[in-house]
Each structure stands twice: as structure tokens, then as C-alpha cells.
């Protein structure tokens, strides 16, 4: 069984960066995607991005070109690296193991959840 925990969230100013991460609990993370959804107040959970056990990756149209998902499997913990940050950016961020290897969008595709990092952007 996995569980999951991000960290990096934080306050920052449009244009800024920042890079969350995601660590989970065992190796069998390493023969699942992993995928980065995201929350604003008043919205419903969008995906963001995901990446697949063979390192194959997909974006959501809004962040395509800004954010960058990856992962190390030795560490067991999935990256987001976020440049150009916008305030529609701002939200509550999760990361989420997938049922298999391969990265899709869909949220029923995950099994596992964190408990989601906040992320704030500013103008």
C-alpha cells in the first residue's frame, strides 16, 4: 500500500518558481504512473501532469511549457517543477499513484492520494 506526501507549496509572486515534491512510502511505486492534480477554491480537481513508469510524460494544455513532471525511483519521489508561475496557478496541489504504469488523465485512474500542498501566486 502506498502513501503519499508533498512538500514545496508555498507563497510566491507571478513569474516565480517553484518545484513540489511528492514521496512515497514504498519501492512498488516505481511500476506505477504518477500524476500532479490541482484544486482552486470554488473549482473542481483538474489534472495537471503526469508521468508513467517508462518516464513518458503529459501536460494539461494551461501549463504545457511552464511546469515539468519527473521522477526518481530510488528516491521514490515524483517532482513538479513549476517556472513562470500565473495566479491562476494558485490552488491546492496533489500528487496521485496511478492504478497501473501507464499516465493517463483521468482521476479515477488513481488510487492513491496525498493530503495536497497549497501553492500561491500573487500578481
Known amino acids: 500500500q502506498v502513501q503519499l506526501v508533498e512538500s514545496g507549496g508555498g507563497l510566491v509572486q507571478a513569474g516565480d518558481s517553484l518545484r513540489l515534491s511528492c514521496a512515497a512510502s514504498?519501492?512498488?511505486?516505481?511500476?506505477?504512473?504518477v500524476g500532479w492534480f490541482r484544486q482552486a477554491p470554488g473549482k473542481e480537481r483538474e489534472f495537471v501532469a503526469t508521468?508513467?513508469?517508462?518516464?513518458?510524460?503529459s501536460y494539461a494544455e494551461s501549463v504545457k511549457g511552464r511546469f515539468t513532471i519527473s521522477r526518481d525511483n530510488v528516491k521514490s519521489t515524483v517532482y513538479l517543477q513549476m517556472n513562470s508561475l500565473k495566479p491562476e496557478d494558485t490552488a491546492v496541489y496533489y500528487c496521485?499513484?496511478?492504478?497501473?504504469?501507464?499516465?493517463?488523465?483521468?482521476?479515477?485512474?488513481?488510487?492513491?492520494w496525498g493530503q495536497g500542498t497549497q501553492v500561491t501566486v500573487s500578481s
Open positions: 496521485a499513484v496511478a492504478k497501473g504504469p501507464l499516465g493517463v488523465s483521468m482521476l479515477s485512474a488513481y488510487d492513491y
Open positions: 508521468i508513467a513508469w517508462g518516464r513518458s510524460t
Open positions: 514504498g519501492r512498488t511505486f516505481t511500476s506505477h504512473a
